[in-house]
């Protein structure tokens, strides 16, 4: 067992985390990642009406007896979601972690810690992080260059930014996020100042996900090589798994002039994202994915995943120990 800052925080018994994914992460992956000891959260804007997260915390509950929690995004979106909404619904539901993303939180921290609910903010540079830290969030994530979905315009990898995360923290509770996949990973994260890991490509590919099996089979066959870096002329970068999609994408991105949102939109929409993960045609729109993906060989329960992650670590950090003189 590896005891940290983080399982102290969560009340778990391993330092792995599950962030927000959306459309995937609901109550069926969230409770397997509980049940195997770790941190799962389910991501609030999967659900398009905010009373579809009251049903699916109450799913997720009859799942497991341990603590998960819910993610919120805030990303520029084509219609804006009523986030006082979703933080309400967390409230009465009992929620006592939510992870939040994308932009900084302020606006909606008196909501959220007037219900007692502790915030784990999720971010990609270490000056963001401090900003958090003062405006009350209880843990740090911060999400490396590596990482998939939107790893920020920095192009700084986890190596660095944990390490300086932690200087910069002092004993706040921090996560590593983005590049991690294994227990070498984990161990490493350790060695660099984090309290745990935080994973979202390596669980895309786990038995409970609930996306097509192309999906998960694109994660096995792809290698580090094959994530792109798209939306970068908007200032919001998302990395994602190459295809003829995001080959269109940069094409568009590539033209003279400013890029226009609306000629990404039949490749970005959410809409299309979706349906990819759902039908499992991987070549029409973009999917997010880290390099990571070089790492993934398989398709493990949560439990087996999560048992393998602690048992590499241990076994690392004991031969290690063992060979100081
Ligand atoms: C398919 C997919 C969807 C994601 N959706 C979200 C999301 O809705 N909100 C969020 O905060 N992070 C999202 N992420 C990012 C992950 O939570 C995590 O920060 C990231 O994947 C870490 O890097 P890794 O992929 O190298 O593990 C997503 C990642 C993937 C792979």
């Not at 998960?68 to 006592?96: H, K, M, S, V, W």
């Not at 003062?134 to 740090?140: L, N």
């Not at 400013?258 to 973009?286: F, N, S």
Request: aromatic share 4%.
């Amino acid at each position: 067992m590896i005891k940290t800052r983080i399982t102290d925080f969560f009340s778990v018994e391993r330092p792995i985390i599950q962030g927000g994914l959306m459309w995937i992460a609901r109550a069926e992956l969230t409770a397997a990642v509980a049940n195997a000891g770790g941190m799962g959260f389910m991501t609030a804007l999967t659900f398009p009406e905010p009373e579809s997260l009251r049903a699916e915390i109450r799913k997720c509950r009859n799942m497991t007896d341990k603590p998960f929690g819910i993610n919120l995004t805030f990303l520029p979106t084509l219609t804006p979601p009523d986030y006082p909404a979703y933080i309400r619904i967390c409230i009465e539901e009992g929620i006592q972690f939510i992870e939040t993303a994308g932009r900084n939180p302020e606006p909606y921290m008196d909501q959220i810690k007037s219900g007692g609910i502790k915030v784990l903010h999720k971010c990609t540079s270490v000056r963001h992080a401090v900003k958090a830290a003062k405006i009350g969030c209880d843990a740090i994530g911060i999400d490396g260059f590596e990482a998939a979905g939107h790893p920020g315009e920095d192009d700084v990898t986890s190596l660095i930014l944990v390490p300086l995360a932690r200087d910069a923290l002092g004993d706040l509770p921090l996560i590593a996020s983005g590049g991690f996949a294994d227990g070498r990973g984990l161990a490493g994260a350790l060695g660099l100042g984090a309290d745990g890991i935080n994973m979202g490509t390596r669980f895309v590919a786990t038995q409970e996900a609930q996306v097509h099996s192309n999906v998960k089979q694109a994660l096995i066959d792809r290698s580090e090589r094959d994530t792109r870096l798209i939306m970068r002329t908007l200032r919001n970068t998302e990395r994602v798994m190459s295809n003829t999609a995001v080959e269109k994408v940069l094409e568009i991105e590539r033209r003279a002039g400013d890029t226009m949102i609306d000629d990404l939109i039949p490749y970005v929409a959410g809409r299309v994202g979706k349906g990819m993960l759902e039908e499992g045609q991987m070549e029409i729109g973009t999917l997010a994915a880290g390099q990571c993906m070089g790492l993934i060989r398989d398709i493990p329960t949560c439990q087996e995943l999560l048992d393998r992650i602690m048992d590499q670590a241990e076994a690392i950090i004991r031969e290690k120990y063992s060979q100081l003189s």
